[in-house]
């Protein structure tokens, strides 16, 4: 799995009739590779909320993915009508999905994306199932085309020589190309700039441990994996230049929502003068909140919290106790940085600085003639 051959680790097979959505179950990461394959829609939907598949824009054409299974999935009587039975099956389905990651907006940009086009035609609902893949693969196209122009856009932003600290992974897991802000790594890299990877374990899941350092090994990337508690450290040794991140969710005024512990990465950039780079595509805006405070952060299962590993269910023997049984845990699965920590925030339509609203209306609007043209 190299730059030039990316291969997503989310994938639509078959044919409109029949499809079959195939998905990296990235739980059991990175000592087994082992795909899921499947033709039902509560699968799919079962497989955003366990994390078989995370990452926002992942999320998002999964989910696009996974409609277009669960409506092949629907069974119509022949007086059916998209007034009465069909219509009502995909706003089920709609909802299901919309339930699955309450943060990471790609989710439900992308499911209005595959209402619109739903909503688009009085077509039967064969020609809608058609029209339904064709949608959820072009957000797939899309986004793997965004990683690419955001990985020239932020690369561009690094410095050429020099440490770069990163958190969670943002590669190509997470995405349906070769990532944000990974990409913008990768992308630097081929520009020639003489950097070196320090990857956050990132609990309690270890994104960065079992993902992050999976993939750098894969392509063949100089990385470090550190615990996340090191990176204060190495700030203070001259051996970040930069740190650079992704999100799941932007508010209007740049506030940004990630993984867990981003926060305190910016927190520390901001203390030792390190340019701090938030890399995401427009559909990870979300104009209509205001501020992180509006921004649900989803409370996970303590038990990610208290044991490392078994996160399959298949697995949960092989999980290891790190604390004291029930011991209470709390488990956010996201932090808010505040718009004033971040230098720059990284699209695929170009780079926006702060003061961030006016920029980040912009970049929205920009992306949205580009797709109607």
């Not at 994104?207 to 090994?217: I, S």
Request: proline content about 6%; overall charge negative; hydrophobic content about 45%.
């Amino acid at each position: 799995m190299d730059v030039e051959t990316q291969i997503s680790a989310v994938r639509l097979l078959g044919t409109a009739r029949d499809p079959v959505v195939s998905l990296l179950d990235q739980r059991l990461l990175p000592s087994r590779t082992v795909w899921l394959a499947t033709s039902d829609g509560e699968v799919v939907a079962q497989a955003i909320t366990d994390m078989v598949v995370r990452g926002a824009p992942a999320i998002g054409i999964t989910a696009a993915y996974g409609l277009v299974v669960a409506m092949a999935g629907v069974h119509w009587p022949p007086e059916a009508t998209p007034s009465d039975v069909e219509g009502e099956r995909f706003e089920a389905w709609r909802r299901r999905f919309a339930r699955t990651r309450p943060t990471a907006v790609n989710l439900f940009w992308a499911l209005d994306r595959m209402a619109a086009c739903y909503s688009r035609t009085e077509a039967g609902p064969e020609t809608k199932l058609f029209e339904l893949r064709a949608e959820a693969i072009a957000i797939h196209d899309e986004d793997r085309a965004y990683c690419a122009a955001m990985a020239g856009h932020g690369a561009a932003l690094l410095p050429e020589a020099g440490g770069i600290l990163t958190h969670c992974n943002t590669g190509a897991l997470a995405t349906g190309g070769v990532g944000t802000a990974l990409g913008v790594f990768r992308g630097a890299l081929m520009a020639g700039k003489r950097l070196h990877l320090y990857a956050d374990e990132t609990r309690p899941f270890l994104q960065g441990a079992r993902l992050t350092a999976w993939e750098c090994q894969q392509d063949h990337l100089p990385a470090t994996l550190i615990c996340d508690n090191a990176a204060a450290s190495l700030m203070r040794e001259g051996k970040i230049a930069a740190a650079i991140v992704g999100s799941d969710r932007i508010a209007r005024n740049g506030d940004v929502c990630n993984k867990i512990g981003t926060y305190n990465v910016a927190v520390l950039c901001k203390h030792h003068g390190i340019p701090f780079y938030v890399v995401a595509p427009t559909s990870t805006i979300d104009l209509g909140c205001p501020d992180g405070g509006a921004i649900p952060i989803e409370q996970r299962s303590p038990r990610e919290v208290t044991h490392v590993g078994g996160w399959a269910p298949e697995d949960l023997l092989a999980s290891l106790a790190v604390a004291p049984d029930s011991v209470a845990a709390l488990n956010p699965a996201f932090d808010v940085t505040p718009a004033e920590l971040v230098t720059a925030i990284v699209t695929e339509v170009g780079v926006a600085q702060p003061p961030y609203a006016e920029g980040l209306a912009a970049m929205v609007a920009a992306a949205e003639a580009r797709r109607q043209r």
